[in-house]
């Protein structure tokens, strides 16, 4: 079954100790990405990744790290997690060809909270 | 730059009424056109899209949004709706070219009474 996986998928920690929410797809896609949901202001993208070893900013990438070793794998890392940092967690991924691409497929979520 | 604005946070309806969710959008070149839908307590996943050709496109079930070029809009309507689709509705956009990062509306979310 196509998908994209995400762990864990609960998370309750501590103000300044590392996390790392894993994700991975089994699609092959190139495209992949991290987004934080907020009530009120919607996804906001974190991160995201073009392809192997290519990372750029999204729109808040403040307070958080990725990697993109393996095709398919695009981890999250909160080196120093915050209380600001409580959020709910996407990953998606996706392919440029064959069309229709840009469509997005989502992971789960990963419900975080700070302490 | 592209952008996406969804004009309702809320949208209260009865069962079996109709129901539009607006999305208006900007943006300097040709663009793809999505609605999302997050069922309570789940990820995202895709109700329809615009890539080209008839500017009326469908879903499955029942959902259907129209390209208005003139307008810079994408609607989502339903005839009739059901209490099951009660859920938060994501309206996004991606340019056709280049870069593959799509923008994402906040979200309008749809509660239906019965």
């Known amino acids: 079954e196509a998908q994209v996986t995400q762990n864990p998928r609960y998370l309750i920690t501590v103000t300044g100790k590392k996390l790392t929410v894993t994700c991975s797809q089994n699609?092959?896609?190139?495209?992949m990405s991290w987004y934080r949901q907020d009530p009120g202001l919607g996804l906001r993208q974190i991160y995201y990744?073009?392809?192997?070893?290519?990372?750029d900013k999204g729109d808040v990438p403040e307070g958080y790290k990725v990697s993109r070793k393996e095709k398919r794998n695009f981890p999250l890392i909160l080196e120093s997690p915050s209380p600001n940092q409580t959020s709910l967690y996407f990953c998606?991924?996706?392919?440029?060809?064959?069309?229709?691409?840009?469509?997005?497929?989502f992971g789960p979520g990963t419900r975080l909270t700070v302490l | 730059a592209q952008s996406v604005t969804q004009l309702d946070s809320q949208v209260p309806v009865f069962e079996e009424a109709p129901v539009e969710l607006r999305c208006n959008y900007s943006?300097?070149?040709?663009?793809?056109l999505f609605w999302y839908v997050q069922y309570p307590n789940q990820g995202l996943q895709l109700l329809l899209k615009?890539?080209?050709?008839?500017?009326l496109v469908e879903s499955i079930n029942g959902f259907e949004a129209e390209f208005n070029k003139s307008q810079t809009s994408f609607h989502l309507r339903k005839p009739s709706v059901h209490i099951s689709d009660t859920a938060e509705y994501f309206c996004?956009?991606?340019?056709?070219?280049?870069?593959?990062?799509?923008?994402f509306g906040r979200g309008t979310s749809l509660i239906v009474h019965p």
């Open positions: 998606a991924s996706s392919s440029p060809e064959p069309p229709p691409y840009n469509e997005q497929f």
């Open positions: 699609m092959n896609h190139e495209y």
């Open positions: 990744s073009m392809n192997v070893e290519v990372t």
């Open positions: 943006s300097s070149v040709s663009v793809y």
């Open positions: 615009y890539l080209s050709g008839s500017t």
């Open positions: 996004a956009v991606s340019r056709t070219g280049g870069s593959y990062i799509p923008t």
